[in-house]
């Protein structure tokens, strides 16, 4: 998934991305990196690690000038090494330049092969490098008509930051999958972040989404931005970022994540009630989504389960046998509250079924009576390909299994996923989204 940021013009543009990218922490904590610009030279640091690992005081002390782009990197494309994170550099013909990304390029094969062929180098397994490549290789006179022409190639879904000696451009893909938005700090300078909360941490007042298909310019010699329409707008944000990407205080095309996130919650408790003593959240990734249960049914909500916060995301670990342990020193359950009692849990999702699974059985050693089910998502049957790290067909539980063998499989006394209906109806209903993890609908050709 990823996070990227870009400040510019203003003196502490390195400090506010560092602020931002921790922030976004939670969409990616494999690598972070920021390159800043003084107008003459372009200076980066980049490394493994989680935003407070990489950006010590003297390394933020080296970065000086008035933009600065930034990224948290979750692998999905490519492997991971050091070499791929992010941003990456480049010199060429009209100087230097540096690029973050986030999302997936779906040609990203055939157009590194096709720049191989014609004998380009490669450092790293990042489609990222693509761009980098297609720029530099242009024959056009400006950067911003490289750019434009290295857009006419790529497709995919995209959040994109290109740094110059004096410019920013800021690109969203046509269909808008991922988010991006703009705003504005106290100072008057700008900043461009995949989620809003990082405008919340720096002070910054939200000005508008960067349209999909749009391209923005800032630029030191104009006091205002530029807008280009690179690309007529097929919206389709990606319902994941509702679901369990994004954090629940920001806000994407004008929608609340915590508030959608209740509103599927509430639309669970109508689509499966049941009569229970109470509702309680796998935590994090299912408290908001609980809350608007207990609201809806009038079950009691409790936090039932208490989570170890010293521990990373389950998600992560290679393997099945580690991935077990891991969700057991994550979390802990209430005994004294739970004991021959009939529970609900909510979560936002089932990918492999490991957490589901592990969780009803801490909850019946605890003694609890009944443990039901209740997922705030479809059931994800296709693996994403726009920027998720969601797994192949083959561990995906719901790909599968049917919604009875995922039920006998976690060993849940019932279990319900929310409809696609309602999933969309909670977000908003007048626009299309991005469904492929539940639709299978692949529809960017
Ligand atoms: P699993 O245990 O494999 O069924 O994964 C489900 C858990 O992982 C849920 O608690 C989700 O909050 C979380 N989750 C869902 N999608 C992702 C993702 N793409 N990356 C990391 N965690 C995820």
Redesign the pocket.
Known sequence: ?CAIVGVFGTSDSARISYYSLFAMQHRGQEASGISVSDGHILTKVKKKGLVTEVFTETALSHLQGHCAIGHNR?STAGKKSTVDAQPIHASYKLGEIAVVHNGNLINKDEVRNALIEEGAIFQSTMDTENIIHLIARSHQEHLRDRIIEAMNIIKGAYCLLIQSRHKMFAIRDKYGVRPLSLGKLPDGGYIVASETCAFDLVGAEFIRDIQPGEMIIFDNEKEHYESVQLFEPEPRICA?EFI??ARPDSVIEGRSVYAARKEMGRALARESAIDADLVIP?PD??VSAALGYAEESHIPFEMGIVRNHYVG????EPTQAK?DMK?KLKLSPISALLKDKKIVVV??????????R?IIKILKDAGAKEVHMRIAAPP?KHP?KYG???PSYEEL?SANKNVEEVRTYIKADSLHFLSIDALKKSIGENREYSLVSFDGDYFIK
């Open positions: 998934m979750y994941f369990y990407f796998v990734s299912g995301r389950t998600f992560i991935r969700v979560d936002d999702s089932i990918v492999r079924g490991t957490t589901a592990r994800i994403e998720i790290d969601t539980i």
